[in-house]
C-alpha cells in the first residue's frame, strides 16, 4: 500500500485529514478496478418509436367548432372585463335650470386635434334651439355648439378647442339670448 502524502502532496493538510485520507486510499486499493462493461450494455437501446393515435375525421369539425366558440367566448369576456374598449368621461358635470330642467354634461379625453368630445344629455327643456356656452366670471365667454330639442329630452355630441381651465363654469342658453337656462 502506498502512502496518501505521495499522491495529494499532505503538507498543508492537518493530521486529522490526512488519517481520513488514507483510509479512504487503502479502501480503493483494495477494491480493485471496477469491473468491465457487458457488450450488451455498451451501446444505448435506440429509442421506442412513437406511437400515433389517429383522430377520427368525424371529430374534426367538431374540435374545430369547439376551439371557434371558446375562442369566441375568450374573446367577449375579454372585452367585457377591459371596459368595451371605449373609454370614459374623465369627469361628468350635473346642470339645473327651472321647471325640473336638468342635463349631464360629458367631458371626455382630449382628442389629437386639441378639442374636448363632450356629450350632454338634456331633459325638460322645451322645444327649441339652445347653445352651450363657456362662461368666465359669470359671463358667456366661448360657445361650445348649438342643439335643437324638439321633444324636452336629447343627447347631444359637442366638443370644446378651448383650454378648459381657464374658464368657471358652464351654462346652456336659448339662441339669441344670453340669459341661462341651465346652469352648472
Known amino acids: 500500500m502506498s502512502d496518501v502524502r505521495d499522491i495529494v502532496g499532505g503538507d498543508d493538510l492537518g493530521p486529522a485529514e490526512l488519517e481520513r485520507l488514507q483510509r479512504v486510499h487503502d479502501l480503493l486499493e483494495r ?19 412513437a406511437r400515433v393515435l389517429p383522430f377520427p375525421r368525424r371529430y374534426r369539425y367538431t374540435a374545430v367548432a369547439a376551439a371557434a366558440v371558446a375562442a369566441c367566448a375568450l ?25 325640473e330642467a ?12 386639441g378639442n374636448w368630445p363632450m356629450e350632454l344629455r338634456v331633459e325638460g327643456l322645451s322645444s327649441g334651439l339652445y347653445e352651450l356656452w363657456l362662461t368666465r366670471g359669470d359671463e358667456l365667454a366661448e360657445n361650445c355648439g348649438a342643439f335643437a330639442i324638439s321633444t324636452g329630452e336629447a343627447a347631444v ?14 351654462v346652456v342658453v336659448r339662441v339669441g339670448s344670453d340669459r341661462p337656462v341651465l346652469t352648472t
Open 102 to 113: 336638468r342635463a349631464e354634461l360629458d367631458v371626455f379625453e382630449q382628442d389629437e386635434a
Open 31 to 49: 477494491a480493485g478496478p471496477p469491473p468491465e462493461l457487458s457488450p450488451a450494455v455498451e451501446r444505448a437501446p435506440p429509442p421506442p418509436a
Open 157 to 170: 355630441p359637442l366638443n370644446a378647442p378651448y383650454r378648459l381651465r381657464s374658464f368657471d363654469g358652464w
Open 75 to 99: 374573446f367577449g369576456v375579454g372585452y367585457l372585463v377591459g371596459g368595451g374598449g371605449e373609454p370614459g368621461p374623465l369627469r361628468t358635470i350635473a346642470m339645473t335650470g327651472a321647471d
